[in-house]
């Protein structure tokens, strides 16, 4: 971590994923939180997680310029990660680089590529040529096998095994301790339950679970998200 520079950076969103964003950034980085920001309708005046400032996101450039600090949107897999994911081109549109956490404890092979706003937790292996895109979460204890690419704004969550040469598609969740054998292509808009085995590509927008992985439910509707204009 010591050959990262150190970076300004305020954190989007001041529940509990700013709080941990806060805890990681301060403890296993070079980089200074010194703000968090939210949407003026849910600015309540209150100080952020340890005393930190917290100022309206409509403000932002303003109090903290884009040229100065950078940013980092903490926010939980909701409405499969849509609500991350319009924070994190908001903030872009603005102007911010948005800075990656990788934790001191996690494996990442020297040619693994990971994007901007992502947070990799303690424990993962990012093993030879992996590519990680944009927006990404992957909590603690997951393998990511060779030449695997996770598409932007999915979240991995806890002891995921995900083998080599396989696709994650944009938007994805991936319950815990779920499995994904060689090869295989998880479309877009996934949501895969916990100690699922995906064992074939799947398809758009279904919730999978069980072993064998089967789908069960339309993940739109199970998750409440609106769909997109083209």
């Known amino acids: 971590m010591s050959s990262q520079t150190a970076d300004k950076i305020v954190i989007v969103g001041a529940g509990e994923q700013g709080e941990i964003a806060w805890e990681y950034f301060t403890h296993d980085s070079p980089h200074e939180v010194v703000a968090f920001a939210v949407e003026r309708d849910y600015l309540d005046g209150d100080s952020g997680y340890q005393g930190t400032p917290v100022v309206a996101l409509e403000d932002l450039t303003e109090l903290y310029p884009a040229d100065e600090y950078k940013t980092f949107v903490a926010l939980s897999s909701h409405k499969l990660n849509r609500i991350r994911a319009r924070l994190y081109r908001q903030v872009k549109e603005m102007g911010y680089t948005c800075a ?17 706003n992502c947070m990799i937790f303690e424990d993962n292996v990012i093993q030879h040529h992996v590519e990680v895109g944009d927006d ?95």
């Open 100 to 116: 990656t956490y990788v934790s001191s404890r996690a494996f990442v092979w020297h040619n693994a590529k990971i994007g901007e």
């Open 136 to 230: 990404v979460v992957m909590w603690s204890g997951n393998h990511v096998g060779h030449r695997t690419r996770i598409g932007d704004h999915v979240f991995v969550s806890s002891h995921c095994v995900i083998s080599g040469y396989c696709e994650i598609g944009d938007y994805s969740f991936l319950g815990v301790n779920s499995c994904f054998g060689d090869g295989l292509k998880v479309a877009a808009d996934n949501v895969v339950g916990a100690g699922a085995v995906v064992v074939r590509d799947t398809e758009a927008r279904k919730v999978y679970v069980g072993n064998p992985a089967k789908p069960v439910k339309d993940s739109f509707v199970t998750f409440g998200v609106v769909e997109e204009a083209a």
